[in-house]
């Protein structure tokens, strides 16, 4: 940890973003993209690093918690959340945004206290990018949901299925093309169940549920791929 | 249950008077009396103890556990015997949203009730979706595609005061036979069926409501929570 | 057919699968535990969710910003207040709103009662969990004074909607600090009435001391935060350790478990922190009722809120923990993303790993400790 921040002799005073952006693009170059400094400044990374530079912000500067991770569909997101350059003319125009999904991690620490957000943008219709999860075990589920809700595939992930909607669910469901489904094609054959299945033990049924249930898994995952 | 007996009057009028006599012959041409006599005790002790389920899904149940704890006492009106198991329980009220993954464990768990048994929906979800109607692709559009239901009681999530309302009404179908009523015509036509009852129903608790908030809000504090409270020690 | 006669490893690996839930009176809401166990011992807890899965942040980005602030309350039913700050926080700081000050005293009033109240509804479940029913009872009879002061300012019993964008709805005013001062005193002899009931029970030691230890890796890896986390013996609160409001100017101690009985970070300790919490939550109710501005605005409102594009991630301590909010502004009249980020979901993403190894009975205990709500878990 002292050896990273320490590096960055600076003769001007930088807010701890940019240090550690500074630190960060010394250590994987090209992979580390650009500071934004939005009203919670991020770094935008490249999706193929995001393991390693998830290691290091843990291993060499204590961020020990990850305290969010998001998934963005920019479809239809007229303006950029970068903020003008300063002094820029009034009548400019924030740039216009390109259509991507994006996986947003806010991550802190608690022992330094220290915050950071990373930005990883991919394409829109492919998007996929290494799993965090070995780092911080948290994001196994937060990436869970990021794949149910905008059909982010993230590799190496221990049990990538869905988490939120039922394993049949048709689409993704926070995707800004998504139409609201009119029926649900699971409640369409509903039928009640008979005398002799209401009579069957619940233990047998959740046993039945859980093999059902992988294998299910095993599907959705390469469907989505 | 207050007026009922009066109906009943000369029914128990004549059992006073028969009960001492073990003549067979009396008590086979007066069958039909002691068929309504048993009705109505049936349907006394029905109205009088109705189980609720335990079933919370959301915000409504935690309502729902505040009508049943010290300070609206659920039990004053025979109804405070919250049952852990669908075989135990005659009313399951339905305290928030139904998603579709829930949808098939509610479906189930009504069929695994015993019959004679009835339902509240409890607040705007799970009458019709409430707050998640417009963009809740996850949310059913109210309980009673899935399941008949008795009485619908507004609001987000409803007052107490609303749902001992709605039991008071509950209680009311139950001594008319008007619940079998709905029950037949949910299970012709549900959509129709819901939306009659829907009308009816909801207009009886939202009434009740109303009245207590004239009245001067909730019910007094101090004297019912706390003996409650002393009670359960 | 195989024989048991001879066979000593017959019942090795033959384990059982007990489904608990999502219909189930401990699990708090409609949680799906899917527990294998091998005879009485759980050898994998999986927790399914999804089952109050009510679609949020589609909604929230399908109403105007004012109008995501009661999807909010539904989110965690038992303490809204503690969603309404950091989704206000967020919003408040991407549109440049100041709060004034009788309104972030209001907000600090708020949200401690509403504290209490959630803390108080805890420790009644967690006595009906463990089998001990008259604790609801007392919880729910104070808690319900909590309600009539949260509804006498806001008009609502348990969602308030009552932080607004830019201040909140309605201040506090002498009836209502009066109702607190009655209440806070009530407060102050029941406690010790609550740790003989129960803190101190020898049955309810048993029940709990020792029983589903977090580690303090596992609470940071599983970024499990609030009375989970301090338990652990970490002292981390975000009323103080990055602090929002107007929390820096209380005094109050942070709680963290105590390890009286048990170990740090078990069942015992994770109630006792909200015990003491409830303490805390009073000390900083008086330094605020003494220090609330009797005139002055409240509410910086804006009709037709419009945010510049931005985004940001505000987070606050609600009463399970670290509740954040990502919200991304696309210069309109609705947010263009907003995702919460909850504390129970991470809490219970955990449960797998400290979860197993028990007793199945320990299952309920441990579950019930950990405080969660399912709205908030599923959203």
Known sequence: ?225 | MEGSIEEYHDLVQWLREHSSCHDDQVVLTNAEKMFQLAEWAITTSRVNSIWPFTFGLACCAIEMMATAAARFDLDRFGAGVFRATPRQSDLMIVSGTVTYKMAGCIERLWHQMPEPKWAIAMGACATNAGPYNAHGYHVVKGVDLIIPVNIYTPGCPPRPESLIGSLLELQKQIRTGKDRVYRAAWEKDRTKAAARMRAETSAAAEGYAESIRAAGSAPAFTASANESVEQSR | MRRLNGNRHFFEGDTLFVNMGPQHPSTHGVLRLLIETDGEVVTKAEPKIGYLHRCFEKSAEGVSWEGVIPYTDRMDYVGPIGNEWPYCLAVERLAGIEVPERGEYCRVIAAELQRIASHLLAFGTYGLDIGAITPFLHAFRDREKVLDILEYVSGARLLYNYIRIGGVVRPFDEKATAMIRDFLSDLATRLPEYHQLLSYNNIFIERTAGVGVITRDQALTYNITGPNLRATGIEWDLRRNDPYGFYDRFEFDVAVGTGEHGVLGDCWNRYIVRLIEIEESMRILEQAITMLPTDGPFWNYKRNLKVPPGETYARAESARGEVGFYVVANGELKPFRVKAKSPCFCALSGFPEYGTGMLLADVVATLGSIDIVLGEVDR
């Open chain 1, 1 to 225: 940890m002292t050896e990273s921040e320490s590096a960055p002799a600076a003769t001007e005073p930088l807010t701890p973003e940019e240090e550690l952006f500074r630190a960060l693009k010394e250590e994987f170059g090209e992979a580390i993209r650009e500071l934004v400094s939005a009203a919670s400044p991020y770094i935008v990374v490249e999706p193929a690093r995001i393991r390693d530079v998830a290691f290091h912000l843990r291993d060499a500067f204590g961020f020990d918690s990850l305290m969010c991770l998001s998934g963005i569909d920019t479809l239809g997101q007229k303006h950029s959340t970068k903020p003008l350059p300063p002094g820029s003319p009034r009548s400019a125009k924030p740039e216009p945004i390109g259509e991507e999904i994006a996986v947003v991690y806010h991550i802190g620490s608690v022992t330094t206290r220290r915050k950071v957000a990373l930005r990883a943008p991919l394409d829109r219709r492919t998007p996929r990018l290494p799993s965090v999860s070995s780092v911080w075990k948290v994001a196994a589920w937060h990436e869970r949901e990021a794949f149910d809700m905008f059909g982010i595939v993230f590799e190496d992930h221990p049990n990538l299925t869905r988490i939120l909607c039922p394993e049949d669910w048709v689409g993704h469901p926070l995707r800004k093309d998504y139409e609201m489904p009119k029926r649900y094609a699971a409640w369409e054959h509903a039928r009640r169940p008979s005398a002799a299945e209401l009579a069957e033990p619940e233990s047998r049924v959740a046993g039945e549920d859980a093999s059902r249930a992988a294998e299910k898994n095993g599907i959705t995952t390469e469907n989505s791929r």
